[in-house]
Nanobody, 120 residues
Framework: VRLVESGGGLVQPGGSLRLACAPS????????MGWYRQAPGKQRELVAE???????NYADFAKGRFTSSRDNAKNTMYLQMNSLKVEDTAVYFC???????????????WGRGTQVTVSS
């Protein structure tokens, strides 16, 4: 099983994008899920995370512009990004604690990332 992100692309400043992330196959349980990003030459940083009960936590730069949500029936997490800025340009990675099957350990997984480019 791996995490698969989608929805990245090129957008103008002030525009919007919606990212999605889901496991590549059926899993037993998905706990906390999160979005991280990494810009060229910078460290990977937390964007937002969302627990299985829907409680969210956002980085300061994401508050008021980004909204994280999840559909537990589909084990899918979303990131709605509005009012995008040039400095939001980065590779966005999905992260999740998930249990592949009953009785197995809960492990932390990363997706391969999706590029978000904000440019005029």
């Amino acid at each position: 099983v791996r995490l698969v992100e989608s929805g990245g692309g090129l957008v103008q400043p002030g525009g919007s994008l919606r990212l999605a992330c889901a496991p590549s196959g059926d899993v037993f349980r998905v706990a906390t899920m999160g979005w991280y990003r990494q810009a060229p030459g910078k460290q990977r940083e937390l964007v937002a995370e969302i627990a299985s009960d829907g409680i969210t936590n956002y980085a300061d730069f994401a508050k008021g512009r980004f909204t994280s949500s999840r559909d537990n029936a589909k084990n899918t997490m979303y990131l709605q990004m509005n009012s995008l800025k040039v400095e939001d340009t980065a590779v966005y990675f999905c992260n999740a604690d998930l249990t592949e099957d009953y009785g197995m350990a809960t492990l932390n997984y990363w997706g391969r990332g999706t590029q978000v480019t904000v440019s005029s």
